[in-house]
């Protein structure tokens, strides 16, 4: 994931793969205000070490994000305030994971948990998703299974809403039991919710945390697709022994998340502005989303399909099971064009036909266009598939039509039987007898 | 991954030159890699570089048009390497063992109807069969096809990479490597135990397989010793990496050839060949 994301930050290269907000879409004034507050106003605090769980102010905010997504009476006091989402993933594992220990996630799941989960030597175990999210009948066969083994998970990674790269949202009755499976068995969830307040259609869903209570729930957030990917804020807030257990690990793997990136977070909530500016960026990911369906339709043809999602920053393409994306990758790469390939998201080799499509971090043309030239490959894969199957014959290729010189008069031309131009595209080779 | 293998290769070949009393200027190869040259003005260029650039001749090629000596083999050496169809003919017609294959284009599947023989190339081959992308590395868009069914989908994928692939029958056995250092081979390598007669044989193969080339330098040589006991040439890399834990180190060390003292007369030969006009 890493490298394809080097590759994809080529200027030339319209890239699907990221999963990047649009930050051109926040005020660029706003930052400068924010900046210019934090250091006439509490400077020091702001270049300072700073409290392992996180600066007061941030919580107070983070609980107000929270209760923004129904999840209300959220003591700031049991928030872990960490380096973005991805730092919650890695503290989780790193408390809980030894090596071999299983940990459940979706079919697919998010790339970046991948290698996470993959350091710590995890056996990851995943379960197929539908239109309604996890399917919780296969799960509860794999952890009958596994328990036949001897075996618990140590927890259930999901990402029940706008799920990434899926583009999927679990429904109410499969919450409702995921959580009652975990009650059932004692089971710790790991929520990941970085777009839950990016729905741009449908009515909002409430949390498992919040269905929950927050007993089995280890909540997931970020302040990366509401505010800014940049300043690097998330957040955990999870039952207590397990709280206390994340802060030391956070206390070995970085002592404190950045206070200046904190206070940005502090001083830009008390402006009261984040309403507002997430209604900017769900009005702007909307269209982008919608142009991205269209684009879809029009040019991926019918032996593809493709997930709607109601939100989030994420769809994903599946295409016939002759087609590899990762083969398929480098093809669109010479179109300039990048998506991230299903196997980025499964541990066991699986989604070898599918591809996550980013639609929030590029211009409405850019989105049609890059959606044009992957379209091209796959229909190109699509036809030779055909001959070598014999389902479309093979075409011989059409003569090459020999190229009057433009500058010729037409008395001339006539008597002539006109050569191709030697320095025309390969003239030479097409006109040799 | 090529990048990362060149960086370590080249750190390694920078301090050897040091240590040797060289003046050594490492170059990042990039879009100014013909300025760079030209600024440098070096005596030798001492390639260690891996990917597509290094592998299939365009480095070298540069730097024969500018008049810089090199380490590598030639240009056309490259080329003939690279090309596993290519190289893969030379090698039949030598009469070099060699596992049997076929090669296509996409264009003959596209417009001259060749899926109709591929019945024929599965039996001749039989299965499971190696299809790749005639050129290219890291073994990318490389499939093995046990069944008729699962051919044209890794055929799709082969294409991806490149215009024309290969259909090789898979052989199984034990893995023989033996790198080549000026013409003369350093002890094989392999996983199994060898009789001094599949030495032997190993290490006459490498030798014929470099001089039908016409390697220069230093080259690897991969081979398989078949279950049935025949040593059959798989592939020829003339710019192998120099990194630790390379094969090519591994063998130069085996063979008492200390890391420096194969730099020094790797840059040597280098100073005393004669470019390519």
Known sequence: MRDLMALTSQPDIISLAGGLPDMSAFPAEVMGKVTAQIAAESSVKALQYGPTEGLEDVRDAIAEVMAAEGMTGIDPQDVLVTSGGQQVIDLVCRTLIDPGDVIIAEAPTYPGAVPCFGSFQADVVQIEMDADGMRIDELEETLDRLAAEGRTPKFIYTIPTFHNPGGVTMSLPRRKRLVEVARERELLILEDNPYGLLRYEGEPLPTLYSLDGGEFVIYLGTFSKILSAGIRVGWAVAPRPVFQKLNIGKQAADLCSSSLSQMFVATYFRSGLWAEQLDVFKELYRRRRDVMLDSLADFFGPEAAWTAPQGGLFLWATLPDYIDTTDLLVRALEENVAFVPGRAAYLDGRGGSSMRLNFSGVAEDDIREGVRRIGKVVHEQVALYGTLTGAAPAVPAAPPVPAIDAGATPGAAANVVPLPRRDSDDGRARGSR | ?277
Request: aromatic letters at 6%; proline letters at 5%; a negative charge.
């Open chain 2, 1 to 277: 991954m090529e990048r990362q293998i060149s960086l370590r290769c080249g750190a390694r070949v920078e301090a050897a030159l040091e240590r040797l009393g060289h003046e050594a200027v490492t170059i990042d190869v990039r879009g100014d890699l013909v300025r760079q040259l030209r600024t440098v003005d070096p005596e030798v260029a001492f390639i260690a570089l891996h990917g597509r650039e290094a592998e299939d001749g365009t480095v070298q090629e540069l730097l024969e048009v500018l008049g810089i000596a090199h380490t590598a083999s030639s240009a056309a050496v490259c080329a003939r390497c690279w090309d596993k169809v290519l190289a893969k003919h030379l090698m039949r017609d030598a009469g070099l063992p060699t596992p049997d294959f076929h090669s296509f284009s996409e264009a003959a599947f596209r417009e001259l109807g060749a899926a109709e023989a591929l019945p024929v190339i599965e039996e001749r081959l039989s299965f499971p069969i190696i299809v790749k992308p005639a050129r290219g590395g890291l073994a990318l868009g490389m499939k093995f096809v046990s069944s008729a069914t699962q051919m044209p989908g890794a055929l799709v994928a082969a294409f991806t990479y490149d215009r024309r692939v290969l259909l090789e029958r898979h052989v199984t056995g034990d893995d023989v490597v033996v790198s080549v250092v000026d013409g003369e081979p350093l002890p094989p390598f392999c996983h199994a135990t060898l009789s001094p007669a599949d030495v032997t044989r190993a290490q006459q193969l490498a030798v014929e397989a470099w001089t039908l080339f016409g390697c220069r330098g230093y080259a690897r040589i991969d081979l398989m010793r078949t279950v049935e006991g025949e040593l059959t040439v798989l592939e020829v890399t003339c710019v192998p990496s120099l990194a630790e834990d390379s094969r090519m180190s591994e063998a130069a060390e085996a063979g008492d050839l200390a890391f420096d003292v194969l730099v020094d007369r790797l840059v040597e030969r280098a100073a005393r060949s004669t470019i390519p006009a």
